[in-house]
């Protein structure tokens, strides 16, 4: 029997986006489950932080952010704050120091982002400090009081690396930083929580993190543009699971502007790939030899298109398919075309999902509706950033200030 060769090559294509908007919905599935509440008042606390913020000429943001740590709701003495002011060309080091803060001047070496400024200052004293676990911050911070308390319960209770539930504190300064904030809260929700209750591991997002100090002593920071996500895979290599704790609340800036954005997301997108290359082998390999889900879950993710992406292509192909047939002559059947079509509006319904399940307010949903231009924005600027021969380094996001 004679088949049409286009509807062979939609049923293909079809199948193959598939795999990916599986993945999607099995994570959306893992975080039906909303997270477990601790009791963190159950016992003294007992763990030594030494908490260490990176920062490049931060003297606007860096007094606020020292003051809130030294207020949090957990004993003076069993925590400590470090700041690393790198390159700094403005007071950062002195009004930090002022402020409370141990402060480290690293002026040696080009200056290459937080990554580098961590790394050199693990190599200097993280043997010499007196300390059970780390915990990184940005500059701009503003720490849930509780935030050492749940961190303090959660290592009790035996987890190496925690990642705390990253959330925008700007969503009222434009259109951005909004759309950020409604991302962050699915991001956080699929992401983040559907791995940790699948016992897979969650993201390292580089800020409101926690390590137990012995794993960075055995395995450093990471490297390049995207030095958190390649030490997610370094965790994952040597069996490590970053587990999720939403109740330790860190809230940072997103940029303000979409030029501001664009900047940081190229870098990201840049490090990723370059992450991906140097890793997805050796995951695949161990994951399968090793039986370790974990690590198979950072195989795929790095190889499986984005939501943005899958989003757009999938958009596009539904709508050759219906101009086609239209215009041309019926060479795909109506089935085949809704199947397409109930991809499409399951993956436009995926984010208001993520949001129902955080019972987010309606404002999150409105800023939400700026979702088909970043899929645009973002697809475009991965496109350049992956295939472009511009160099992509990393620059400096401005707090608190309008181009």
Not at 270 to 286: M, N, Y
Request: charged share 20%; with cysteine; glycine share 6%.
């Amino acid at each position: 029997m004679w088949v049409d060769p286009f509807i062979t090559i939609s049923v293909i294509l079809l199948l193959m986006l598939l795999f990916p908007l599986s993945y999607l919905l099995l994570l959306a599935i893992g975080a039906i489950r909303p997270a477990s509440t601790l009791e963190i008042y159950h016992r003294s606390p007992s763990t030594r932080f030494m908490i260490v913020i990176p920062a490049h000429n931060e003297v606007g943001v860096i007094r606020a952010t020292v003051s809130r740590l030294l207020a949090i709701d957990y004993p003076a003495h069993l925590f400590s704050i470090h700041i690393i002011a790198d390159h700094c060309s403005d007071d950062t080091a002195e009004v930090a120091r002022h402020a409370g803060a141990v402060v480290h001047e690293r002026n040696e070496g080009p200056r290459t982002g937080k990554g580098a400024a961590l790394s050199w200052l693990f190599q200097r004293i993280l043997k010499k400090e007196q300390c059970d676990a780390v915990v990184i911050f940005d500059a701009d911070t503003r720490v849930d009081p509780e935030f050492l308390r749940v961190m303090d319960e959660r290592l009790a209770q035996g987890d190496q690396v925690i990642q705390g539930q990253h959330v925008i504190s700007n969503p009222d300064q434009g259109w951005f930083p909004a759309l950020t904030w409604a991302m962050f809260l699915i991001d956080n929700r699929f992401q983040n929580l559907g791995r940790s209750n699948l016992g897979w591991s969650a993201k390292n997002m580089g800020d409101s993190i926690c390590f137990r100090v012995d794993v960075l002593l055995q395995l450093g920071w990471g490297e390049g543009l995207t030095e958190d996500y390649h030490l997610r895979h370094k965790l994952l290599l040597n069996g490590i699971r970053i587990a999720y704790e939403p109740a330790a609340i860190g809230y940072g800036e997103a940029p303000i502007t979409w030029s501001r954005a664009r900047a940081q997301r190229a870098r990201w997108l840049r490090g990723t790939r370059d992450t991906s290359q140097q890793f997805v082998k050796r995951l695949l390999v161990e994951g399968m030899k090793r039986r370790n889900l974990a690590m198979l879950d950072g195989a795929i993710q790095a190889s499986f298109p984005s939501y943005s992406t899958l989003s757009l292509l999938s958009l596009i192909l539904l709508m050759i398919q219906v101009l086609i047939n239209y215009f041309i002559k019926h060479s795909f059947l109506w089935p085949l075309i809704g199947a397409w079509a109930v991809m499409v509006v399951t993956l436009l319904m995926y984010p208001l999902v993520g949001l129902a399940l955080e019972r987010a307010p309606a404002r999150a949903y409105i800023a939400i509706l700026l979702g088909p231009y970043f899929i645009l924005w973002r697809t475009w600027l991965a496109f350049i950033s992956r295939f472009g021969r511009k160099q992509v380094t990393w620059i400096r996001t401005e707090h608190g200030k309008l181009d």
